[in-house]
């Protein structure tokens, strides 16, 4: 029986002209079945014939089996919060070992266990290492920003404090005289003496100028610099109209070497010696005729 019998041509397609199955596109028999559309994307894909399209469609499916897939709109805060946690499984703890940012003042406080936390919620979060590593420079380097600004703010601050107290300074030594003279120790030991007798009386008033900016915060030693000298000549003032009862009625006992004697008072050798020799302060006082109370003996 010849081929024209069977009604089967040699080329493998029937009368109809449909390729057999599996048959690849060396005679064009496959892809000349397809639409333009679908035979341009086949010839993209390599697809040469059915096989090679159940073939590529396996490899497809395995590749996906597994596959994380992200969320929908619709999805609930749980399935949400299961793909990010699967997200960041494959990224160890070393991934998120943050690099510190360029530009950080040299005496900025990085606080490493802070970071330590955050990069464990990065990760819980699902965020990724790279991602997780630019908020953290963006963070820091806020917080870097707003360190900066309070140091400049308190060195001008400082610079301030310092440029009032030099001007004060200045005030009193024209007023009063230089440092070491008498009228300059009495006027700053008048003021020191009434300030302790404040004091002595339930009365602080060092904060209260502190804070009002007529006396420079503490020093290491404890030492305030006076920045208004107003302040100095108001308690200089008060002392002398206030606190020193023989001021008006002086007495004539004592002599001329004791630095609590009315005629020859030495209020600078006399906070000294209240600070330092508190019991020759009171032998000194009586010898002086006058009482020790007031001096908080």
């Known amino acids: 029986m010849s081929d024209a019998d069977t009604g089967t041509a040699l080329g493998g397609a029937d009368d109809t002209g449909a390729p057999e199955t599996g048959q690849t596109d060396a005679g064009g028999g496959f892809l000349d079945t397809l639409s333009d559309d679908q035979r341009s994307f086949a010839r993209e894909a390599g697809f040469a014939s059915l096989d090679d399209v159940i073939n590529g469609y396996r490899d497809a499916r395995g590749r996906l089996d597994g596959a994380l897939v992200p969320p929908g709109e619709d999805a609930t805060a749980d399935e949400r919060a299961e793909f990010y946690r699967k997200a960041s499984a494959a990224w160890t703890p070393e991934a998120y070992e943050f690099a510190m940012p360029d530009g950080l003042p040299e005496d900025f406080a990085y606080d490493q266990e802070f970071a330590k936390e955050a ?76 300030m302790a007798a404040l004091k002595g009386q339930g009365i602080d008033v060092s904060g209260w100028l502190t804070d009002k900016g007529a006396l420079t915060a503490p020093g290491e030693d404890g030492t305030q ?15 002398d109209q206030t606190m020193s009862e023989d001021s008006l009625s002086p007495a004539d006992k004592g002599s001329a070497s004791n630095p609590f004697d009315m005629k020859s008072q030495d209020l600078a050798r006399q906070t000294e010696l ?3 020799k508190p019991e020759e302060a009171r032998r000194l006082i009586d010898a002086a005729g006058r009482d020790p109370k007031r001096f908080n003996l």
């Open 274 to 276: 209240l600070r330092t």
């Open 119 to 194: 990069a464990d919620q990065f990760k819980t979060l699902g965020l990724h290492p790279d991602a997780a590593q630019g908020l953290h420079d963006w963070w820091v380097g806020k917080m870097a920003d707003v360190y900066k600004g309070q140091a400049e703010a308190t060195a001008q601050a400082e610079t301030e404090a310092a440029e009032r107290a030099n001007a004060a300074h200045k005030a009193l030594t024209d007023e009063y005289g230089a440092p070491g003279s008498q009228g300059y120790d009495n006027a700053v030991a008048k003021a020191d003496r009434a």
């Open 225 to 239: 610099r006076v920045t208004d000298p107003t302040a100095v000549r108001l308690l200089a003032h008060l002392f």
